[in-house]
T-cell receptor, first 112, second 115 residues
Framework: DAKTTQPTSMDCAEGRAANLPCNHS???????VYWYRQIHSQGPQYIIHGLKNNETNEMASLIITEDRKSSTLILPHATLRDTAVYYC?????????????FGDGTTLTVKP | DTGVSQNPRHKITKRGQNVTFRCDPI?????LYWYRQTLGQGPEFLTYFQNEAQLEKSRLLSDRFSAERPKGSFSTLEIQRTEQGDSAMYLC?????????????FGPGTRLTVL
């Protein structure tokens, strides 16, 4: 699986949008971009994933650049409960899929 | 709650003892994964199963570690002769290959402390 690069940490004001970037310049055509978050001492929580189109669900939006070499996770109205470590991974999906390779993620701190 | 469950949530043991963790995947998920996570690091892959077949094992999985999924449902991860370096959070995830993508869903983890 391709590797990803994320900033170590970011701050965001409560109520504002949090934009978390991820670089995945070596992504292959059949690899999806997945985002998870992990609140202290809990298991990673799935947020969203996409292949090449932008995606939105009740938790977040995922913007993938046209060349697919980078993406941005957007939390539209961050709350204090969104404080967590956010992981961006790229992974083949479907029957040929396997493990996920995690980096160290971005620690997002939402401040009042 | 129909998510992935793991037991126990916490385990404290003495060095040299054997420990066993259990993971119950989401119903009907045919894939089950084990990861290990140490403080400040992202999860590291250990092994995964498709049904009862163990398809991949990481080099991290030394001969003291063994995982089973005998009936393609729940799985166990056993660590023999535990060492202090085994102290970590052990995470289980499951997924289904039945759809277009097989998103992995994680359990709450088992935190192991080896004294």
């Amino acid at each position: 699986d391709a590797k990803t690069t994320q900033p170590t940490s970011m701050d965001c004001a409560e109520g504002r949008a949090a934009n978390l970037p991820c670089n995945h310049s070596t992504i292959s055509g059949n690899e999806y971009v997945y985002w998870y978050r992990q609140i202290h001492s809990q298991g990673p929580q799935y947020i969203i994933h996409g292949l090449k189109n932008n995606e939105t669900n009740e938790m977040a939006s995922l913007i993938i650049t046209e060349d697919r070499k980078s993406s941005t996770l957007i939390l539209p109205h961050a709350t204090l409960r969104d404080t967590a470590v956010y992981y961006c991974i790229v992974r083949v999906s479907g029957t040929n899929a396997g493990k996920s390779t995690f980096g160290d993620g971005t620690t997002l701190t939402v401040k009042p | 709650d129909t998510g992935v469950s793991q037991n126990p949530r916490h385990k404290i043991t003495k060095r040299g003892q054997n420990v066993t963790f259990r993971c119950d995947p989401i119903s009907e998920h045919n894939r089950l994964y084990w990861y290990r996570q140490t403080l400040g690091q992202g999860p590291e892959f250990l092994t995964y199963f498709q049904n009862e077949a163990q398809l991949e094992k990481s080099r991290l999985l030394s001969d003291r570690f063994s995982a089973e999924r005998p009936k393609g449902s729940f799985s166990t991860l056993e660590i023999q002769r535990t060492e202090q370096g085994d102290s970590a959070m052990y995470l289980c995830a499951s997924s289904s290959t039945g759809g277009q993508t097989d998103t992995q869903y994680f359990g709450p983890g088992t935190r192991l402390t080896v004294l």
